[in-house]
Protein backbone atom coordinates (compact mmCIF):
# COMPACT_ATOMS: atom_id res chain seq x y z
CA UNK A 1 0.00 0.00 0.00
CA UNK A 2 1.51 3.78 -0.88
CA UNK A 3 0.72 5.68 2.04
CA UNK A 4 1.13 9.72 1.30
CA UNK A 5 0.63 12.72 3.68
CA UNK A 6 -1.09 16.22 2.75
CA UNK A 7 0.60 19.05 3.57
CA UNK A 8 -1.76 20.03 6.17
CA UNK A 9 -1.39 16.80 7.88
CA UNK A 10 2.30 17.37 8.01
CA UNK A 11 1.84 21.00 9.15
CA UNK A 12 -0.68 19.64 12.14
CA UNK A 13 1.59 16.81 12.63
CA UNK A 14 4.55 19.31 13.33
CA UNK A 15 2.36 21.17 15.67
CA UNK A 16 0.94 18.79 17.65
CA UNK A 17 2.75 17.71 21.35
CA UNK A 18 5.90 15.08 21.30
CA UNK A 19 3.15 12.79 23.27
CA UNK A 20 0.28 13.37 20.92
CA UNK A 21 2.98 12.83 18.08
CA UNK A 22 4.27 9.35 19.93
CA UNK A 23 0.82 8.33 19.89
CA UNK A 24 0.20 9.24 16.35
CA UNK A 25 2.82 6.96 15.39
CA UNK A 26 1.83 4.24 17.43
CA UNK A 27 -1.74 4.09 15.93
CA UNK A 28 -0.30 4.65 12.27
CA UNK A 29 1.81 1.39 13.31
CA UNK A 30 -1.44 -0.23 14.57
CA UNK A 31 -3.30 0.83 11.31
CA UNK A 32 -0.92 -0.69 9.22
CA UNK A 33 -0.35 -4.21 11.11
CA UNK A 34 -4.73 -3.99 11.14
CA UNK A 35 -7.12 -1.58 10.15
CA UNK A 36 -9.77 -3.51 12.33
CA UNK A 37 -8.16 -3.11 15.50
CA UNK A 38 -10.34 -1.79 18.34
CA UNK A 39 -8.36 0.81 19.93
CA UNK A 40 -7.97 2.89 16.60
CA UNK A 41 -12.08 2.95 16.56
CA UNK A 42 -12.00 3.48 12.44
CA UNK A 43 -15.05 5.19 10.86
CA UNK A 44 -16.13 6.37 7.64
CA UNK A 45 -17.04 9.86 8.02
CA UNK A 46 -21.14 10.88 6.73
CA UNK A 47 -21.28 12.58 3.47
CA UNK A 48 -17.18 11.96 2.66
CA UNK A 49 -14.88 9.41 1.01
CA UNK A 50 -12.73 9.72 4.24
CA UNK A 51 -12.19 8.03 7.35
CA UNK A 52 -11.21 8.56 10.96
CA UNK A 53 -8.99 7.41 13.42
CA UNK A 54 -8.77 7.77 17.48
CA UNK A 55 -5.59 8.65 18.30
CA UNK A 56 -6.75 9.93 22.12
CA UNK A 57 -9.91 11.28 23.64
CA UNK A 58 -9.34 14.62 22.41
CA UNK A 59 -7.71 13.69 18.65
CA UNK A 60 -8.20 12.09 15.42
CA UNK A 61 -6.66 11.50 12.61
CA UNK A 62 -8.64 11.84 9.38
CA UNK A 63 -7.60 9.56 5.75
CA UNK A 64 -8.82 8.38 2.92
CA UNK A 65 -8.20 4.95 0.85
CA UNK A 66 -8.44 4.45 -2.77
CA UNK A 67 -7.31 1.46 -4.43
CA UNK A 68 -4.31 0.65 -2.36
CA UNK A 69 -3.04 4.46 -1.58
CA UNK A 70 -3.61 5.26 1.92
CA UNK A 71 -4.19 9.58 2.26
CA UNK A 72 -3.26 10.81 5.77
CA UNK A 73 -5.34 14.68 5.46
CA UNK A 74 -5.38 15.95 8.78
CA UNK A 75 -4.19 15.36 12.42
CA UNK A 76 -5.47 17.36 15.45
CA UNK A 77 -8.60 17.88 17.91
CA UNK A 78 -11.71 17.40 17.23
CA UNK A 79 -12.12 20.96 15.35
CA UNK A 80 -10.31 19.18 12.22
CA UNK A 81 -13.65 16.82 11.59
CA UNK A 82 -15.66 20.59 11.37
CA UNK A 83 -13.35 20.60 8.34
CA UNK A 84 -13.63 18.15 6.33
CA UNK A 85 -15.29 19.27 3.69
CA UNK A 86 -13.13 22.39 3.50
CA UNK A 87 -9.53 19.98 3.78
CA UNK A 88 -7.77 20.76 0.01
CA UNK A 89 -4.62 19.32 1.02
CA UNK A 90 -2.21 18.31 -1.64
CA UNK A 91 0.11 15.19 -1.46
CA UNK A 92 3.50 15.91 -0.05
CA UNK A 93 5.08 12.60 -0.87
CA UNK A 94 5.53 9.08 0.30
CA UNK A 95 7.60 7.04 3.06
CA UNK A 96 9.93 9.79 4.82
CA UNK A 97 9.01 12.73 2.51
CA UNK A 98 8.41 15.71 4.34
CA UNK A 99 10.59 15.09 7.68
CA UNK A 100 8.04 13.43 9.18
CA UNK A 101 9.06 9.32 8.86
CA UNK A 102 5.85 6.75 9.00
CA UNK A 103 6.32 4.05 11.69
CA UNK A 104 7.19 0.65 9.64
CA UNK A 105 5.08 -1.98 11.18
CA UNK A 106 6.68 -4.31 13.61
CA UNK A 107 7.20 -7.97 13.50
Known amino acids: MIIRRTDACLR???TLPVSVRDSVDKQLRLLLEDFRHPSLRLKKLRGTDRFEIRISK?????LRLDKGLMELRRVGTHDILRD???IRGRPCGEG????????????
Open 96 to 107: KAGGWPLPSPQS
Open 84 to 86: VGE
Open 58 to 62: GYRLT
Open 12 to 14: DYR
